[in-house]
Structure formats: structure tokens, C-alpha cells
T-cell receptor
Framework: NAGVTQTPKFQVLKTGQSMTLQCAQD?????MSWYRQDPGMGLRLIHY???????DQGEVPNGYNVSRSTTEDFPLRLLSAAPSQTSVYFC???????????FGPGTRLTVT | AQSVTQPDIHITVSEGASLELRCNYS??????LFWYVQSPGQGLQLLLK??????LVQGIKGFEAEFKRSQSSFNLRKPSVHWSDAAEYFC???????????FGTGTSLTVIP
């Protein structure tokens, strides 16, 4: 049981490049979320999903896309990276009955 | 609007001393409240949660928290801090839909010997 996995751990992008942050969970959780963590800002919700085929926006969705084709995977896409997207990104899945979130180890993204 | 306030950005305590981390929330419905801990370079781990019932809840690693509805607070406590408790602590609030949680900005804890 690997829990929540994220790849890559580190990434450097140039402004305007695109990339996908991968997230997978093996706990059969319906709910999954993407957060970004910035100094002094805590964690802010980017997008979330309540099940395969269903996604919705969180607090800071601009510049990010998500899809949920399977229960296990919830990738986050940056279409045209900007320096303001330099951050640490966390994926989480939520245990349905307890609302306990399980977090991945994070992806540290730098956009130059 | 939903929000969480952690008024203390950084706290330093001596090993063996007691600890209290403050959390105040604003939420339009019955809140589900959580405390998470984040060690350097790691993801977040759940310490404890409150949904209903007894307002004093026990968590892992000897932590407890008390829900006070009248004060909209959910403060985290530990009677005796260990050096390994040095970390960042986040309070979070959510509802019963399980899909949107709001986090505070965190409190960084330093433990001195």
C-alpha cells in the first residue's frame, strides 16, 4: 500500500512551458485534491475531484487544469507556466467516511 | 466566508514544557476541524480531528485539542513537548462534503533543549 504518490519531486520550468504533475493513490478514495503551499500562505486548494469524471475548482484554479479518468489518478496540468506558479504542490486523497486527508510527499516547482 | 486563522507564526518552547497552538475558524455550517503536522520536506500528517460529541479530542503523539464553539476556536495542546515535535502545524476546517478544506497559514514550532 503506497498511499499517495507524486512525481516528479522537483521540477524547473521556463516561463511558457507546460507540464503535468502526476498524482496517484491506491486506497480507493473517491475524493482527491491539489493544493499549493507558499510561504506565509498555508495550503490553498487548486482543484478537487469527488470521483472519476468529476472535477471542480478550488480557491486558486487559474492556470491549472485537471482531469480524473480513473479513481486512482488525478494529474494537474500547467498549460503555460508563469513565475507566480513557483510553489510546492501537494496532492491529497480523502478517506470517504472520516474526511481524513492523506497527502503525497509534494512536488517542488520552480518557474524561471 | 470560510477561513482559518493561526495567529502565531512561530513559537519556541523548551523541551518538556507545555504547548498550546491557537486556531480560530470562520465557517458557515457545522465545522469539521483538523490539525495536521508537517515535518521539513514532508507532506502533511493528520494529528487529530473533531466532528461532533466530546469537545476534547485526543490525537496521535500525545496531542489533544479542544473545540470551543462560542469562541470559534480549536486550539492544539501537548503537556510536555519533545524535540521531535519541532515541525509546522496546520489547522484546517471543512464541511461534511469531504471535498473542500481550508487551511490556516501554519505555526512553526521550535523546540530548544
Amino acid at each position: 500500500n503506497a498511499g499517495v504518490t507524486q512525481t516528479p519531486k522537483f521540477q524547473v520550468l521556463k516561463t511558457g512551458q507546460s507540464m503535468t504533475l502526476q498524482c496517484a493513490q491506491d486506497m480507493n478514495h473517491e475524493y482527491m485534491s491539489w493544493y499549493r503551499q507558499d510561504p506565509g500562505m498555508g495550503l490553498r486548494l487548486i482543484h478537487y475531484s469527488v470521483g472519476a469524471g468529476i472535477t471542480d475548482q478550488g480557491e486558486v484554479p487559474n492556470g491549472y487544469n485537471v482531469s480524473r479518468s480513473t479513481t486512482e489518478d488525478f494529474p494537474l496540468r500547467l498549460l503555460s507556466a508563469a513565475p507566480s506558479q513557483t510553489s510546492v504542490y501537494f496532492c491529497a486523497s480523502t478517506r470517504d467516511s472520516s474526511y481524513e486527508q492523506y497527502f503525497g510527499p509534494g512536488t517542488r516547482l520552480t518557474v524561471t | 466566508a470560510q477561513s482559518v486563522t493561526q495567529p502565531d507564526i512561530h513559537i519556541t518552547v523548551s523541551e518538556g514544557a507545555s504547548l498550546e497552538l491557537r486556531c480560530n475558524y470562520s465557517y458557515g455550517a457545522t465545522p469539521y476541524l483538523f490539525w495536521y503536522v508537517q515535518s521539513p520536506g514532508q507532506g502533511l500528517q493528520l494529528l487529530l480531528k473533531y466532528f461532533s460529541g466530546d469537545t476534547l479530542v485526543q490525537g496521535i503523539k500525545g496531542f489533544e485539542a479542544e473545540f470551543k464553539r462560542s469562541q470559534s476556536s480549536f486550539n492544539l495542546r501537548k503537556p510536555s513537548v519533545h524535540w521531535s515535535d519541532a515541525a509546522e502545524y496546520f489547522c484546517a476546517v471543512g464541511g461534511n462534503t469531504g471535498n473542500q478544506f481550508y487551511f490556516g497559514t501554519g505555526t512553526s514550532l521550535t523546540v530548544i533543549p
